[in-house]
């Protein structure tokens, strides 16, 4: 069974920075397109970075030129560096699949952007 672990939220002031962790065991992780998502108190989950099985990247738009996901298949870790953060992207995030099947979703990891 495939279990996501998401760890490096903190609490963090406007303009600073954090890099999130997701370690991925039980599956063939190199094969999957992985993504990071979050979700903020009263609102759904939304979609934030992909990383295909290649190393291409996409960003939502609120996140683009200040957000940057990457890989590492050697110890099946998926990274979120976030830069010059916002009070908005205040929220849990997690990772997983890219698209369906989604794996079970693990704990997340709470950022937040507060002076």
């Known amino acids: 069974q495939v279990q996501l672990v998401e760890s490096g939220g903190g609490l963090v002031q406007p303009g600073g920075s954090l890099r999130l962790s997701c370690a991925v065991s039980g599956s063939i992780f190199s094969v999957y397109a992985m993504a990071w998502y979050r979700q903020a108190p009263g609102k759904q989950r939304e979609l934030v970075a992909v990383i295909s099985s290649g190393g291409s990247t996409n960003y939502a738009d609120s996140v683009k030129g200040r957000f940057t996901i990457s890989r590492d298949n050697a110890k099946n870790t998926v990274y979120l560096q976030m830069n010059s953060l916002k009070p908005e992207d205040t929220a849990v995030y997690y990772c997983?699949?890219?698209?369906?099947?989604?794996?079970?979703w693990g704990q997340g990891t709470q950022v937040t952007v507060s002076s």
């Open positions: 997983n699949r890219a698209s369906a099947p989604y794996f079970t």
